[in-house]
């Protein structure tokens, strides 16, 4: 039971370069999510899926697209990279959709863009 | 728009102390509150969720509070151990749009 994996753990990106980050549960959760975290601003939902095939915007959604692929999978999209998107992004999986119910998070993807 | 503050930003004591990390939210309309640690260079890892209608939750020797009606939680840590040392992040669940969290408090036990 590998609980949540992201792939891959650092990226290098130049600006306008495009990448997608990819994460899996195993735990049969419904519901997964896309946050960053950035020093002095704590963690931001950028966007969440609270079932299989459903998305929905978080607080910083711009710049970025998602994908939920099944039930297993999330990915999160950058189409055209720039600075401001350097950060760490964490995948979280919950059982229940919301903030209903505790949220599992894997280790984090820490991407730089030049 | 909820906003979560964590008082202080950063606590050093010696091991052994018991010790109590502060969490306010300006909302209080909300579903639950979480405790998380969060170890340098890892994930979030889960410990303690108080629902709302709770008042507290404990683990071991982690115990949370939960008073809603003025927006405060407080994370005690009893008998501190070096192997405590970590960020703890505290989030509350208001609406459907999941977790907002707070700027985390660095803790460090120091042997």
């Known amino acids: 039971n590998a609980g949540v994996t992201q792939t891959p753990k650092f990226q290098v990106l130049k600006t306008g370069q495009s990448m997608t980050l990819q994460c899996a549960q195993d735990?049969?959760?419904?519901?997964m999510y896309w946050y960053r975290q950035d020093p002095g601003m704590g963690l931001r939902l950028i966007y969440y899926?609270?079932?299989?095939?459903?998305?929905d915007k978080g607080e910083v959604p711009n710049g970025y697209n998602v994908s939920r692929l099944n039930k297993r999978e999330f990915s999160l999209r950058l189409e055209s990279a720039a600075p401001s998107q350097t950060s760490v992004y964490f995948c979280?999986?919950?059982?229940?959709?919301?903030?209903?119910?505790?949220?599992?998070f894997g280790p984090g993807t820490r991407l730089t863009v030049l | 728009k909820q906003e979560v503050t964590q008082i202080p930003a950063a606590l050093s004591v010696p091991e052994g102390e018991n010790l109590v990390l502060n969490c306010s939210f300006t909302?209080?309309?909300?579903?639950?509150l979480q405790w998380f640690r969060q170890d340098p260079g890892k994930g979030l890892t889960s410990l303690l969720l108080i629902q709302s209608s709770q008042r507290e939750q404990t683990s071991g020797r982690l115990n949370a509070s939960l008073d809603k009606s003025s927006g405060r939680s407080t994370l005690y840590i009893a008998a501190s151990q070096p192997g405590d040392s970590a960020t703890y992040l505290c989030a509350v669940a208001s609406g459907y749009s999941t977790l907002t969290f707070g700027k985390g408090t660095m803790l460090l036990v120091s042997p």
């Open positions: 735990m049969n959760h419904n519901s």
């Open positions: 909302d209080s309309a909300i579903y639950n």
């Open positions: 979280a999986s919950s059982l229940l959709a919301g903030g209903t119910d505790t949220q599992y």
């Open positions: 899926s609270a079932s299989e095939g459903t998305t």
